[in-house]
């Protein structure tokens, strides 16, 4: 592998704009030396394999660009650990979550038309939202107490997760939610959409980061201002400009023998082969979700990433403009919303359109690595993308492991490219 050259640069992330609440501050300034050298690489595929050995993961792959150039590539392990089928650069994984920057990307370019603003109630294009209430609790006799929202939830609010929605669990408010059933695969979007809009919300809009179903709602919002389906809207004008075209919903038959096996860690190196999730892929479903759902190869999910760092254009083909790509990667929550779920697990983030957005270096050893002004997201299955402008680099993550990175793959993976906090090497 040959050395980049060094690249040195300091940074004042940029602030919370075209923001309703009051505007976080962030001064802090972040210098990084970054360079991917041999030395670099070794570290690299020193930590993956160990956890391949290990028997914590069955396979792994990583791809990285710095300065539009491929600096690493590597895969370690099983794509399918029964047939003997090997991680590589062809490989097909569930994304999951890594699905939502690709929805909000498609979202944006209805933004760049002029076919909504950010602050639009989400009823203006979508009545089924016109009434929706806020849960409350109980009365003595066990009904619902239910509230009219304190204001309109927006688009912005879908876009960086304050929108109110809940989760199905066993509370009473998650009871109501597991019923609506409205994430089935066998809803519409439009059903989907109808079936949330009866649902209560878990708090009024902008009061909390609560991950779960906004970037669904956003791919119906799509669908609905588009008058496109939106499977085809997010495959014309974003999916096939970047020649993403293994990038989908639904793997033909002569593509499965890429795509990996999942696997659900029962323990310290004791791996089980997933049989739930493997067939959702094989069948054209009604409902095509924003939030998770897509598959994609390494190379093909890279190219995404360096559209972003390049500031929407890549290889001379534009999804967005510049401005846009920044107003995604700012932070959009105001300090006010302090219920923030599980986001500071992430680090010293914010969260923009889809993406987090580190703000602050890591405080300790301990935090997730990282360079102030990245953006990034990850699956369910353990994947991970991010997007590093301050050192041009982008870097990609692929494994298929249940539950969500146990093992700490990310912190190590993390701090084999940049070095652990607080040393130089």
């Excluded at 491929?70 to 569930?94: C, H, L």
């Amino acid at each position: 592998m040959k050395a980049t050259f060094l690249t040195v640069v300091s940074v004042s992330f940029f602030l919370c704009y075209s923001c309703k609440e009051t505007k976080p501050e962030n001064k802090t300034e972040n210098t990084v030396n970054l360079v991917i050298t041999d030395s670099v690489t070794a570290r690299i595929d020193t930590t993956l394999k160990s956890f391949v050995d290990s028997g914590n993961i069955v396979g792994v792959s990583a791809l990285i660009f710095e300065k539009d150039k491929e600096v690493y590539f590597n895969a370690f392990g099983f794509a399918d650990r029964e047939a003997k089928k090997p991680m590589d650069r062809n490989t097909i994984v569930q994304v999951y979550s890594m699905t939502k920057p690709i929805t909000g990307t498609a979202l944006m370019t209805l933004y760049e038309e002029g076919k909504f603003d950010l602050d639009d109630p989400v009823a203006k294009y979508a009545p089924e939202f016109a009434d929706i209430k806020v849960y409350a609790g109980e009365d003595a006799s066990g009904k619902p107490i239910l509230e009219n929202p304190n204001r309109p939830m927006t688009i912005r609010d879908l876009t960086r997760h304050t929108a109110g929605f809940g989760a199905a669990n066993e509370s009473p408010l998650g009871k109501m939610i597991a019923k609506a059933d409205a994430l089935n695969r066998e809803n519409t979007l439009v059903q989907m959409a109808e079936k949330m809009g009866k649902t209560p919300l878990l708090f009024h809009p902008g009061e909390q980061w609560q991950y779960g179903p906004c970037v669904d709602v956003q791919a119906f919002m799509v669908e609905r201002i588009s008058g496109v389906p939106y499977k085809e809207y997010v495959r014309e004008h974003v999916l096939d400009k970047l020649g993403m075209q293994q990038t989908r919903y639904f793997i033909p038959e002569n593509d499965r023998d890429h795509f990996a096996a999942l696997y659900r860690r029962k323990g310290e190196g004791n791996l089980e082969r997933d049989t739930i999730t493997y067939g959702n892929y094989l069948k054209k479903w009604p409902m095509t979700r924003g939030g998770s759902g897509l598959t994609s190869t390494i190379d093909n999910y890279m190219r995404f990433a360096r559209m972003l760092v390049k500031k929407g254009t890549l290889d001379s083909v534009t999804i967005l403009k510049p401005e846009t790509i920044k107003l995604m990667a700012t932070n959009q929550l105001a300090d006010s919303i302090t219920e923030r779920h599980f986001l500071p697990s992430k680090g010293q983030v914010g969260f923009g359109i889809d993406f987090a957005v580190r703000m602050a270096p890591p405080a300790n050893a301990e935090e997730n690595n990282g360079v102030v002004g990245e953006f990034f997201w990850d699956g369910l299955a353990s994947t991970l993308f991010w997007v590093d402008p301050v050192n041009e680099l982008t870097a990609v993550l692929f494994v298929q492991l249940l539950p969500y990175d146990q093992v700490g793959l990310h912190k190590k993976f993390r701090d084999a490219v940049y070095g652990s906090v607080n040393q130089n090497d």
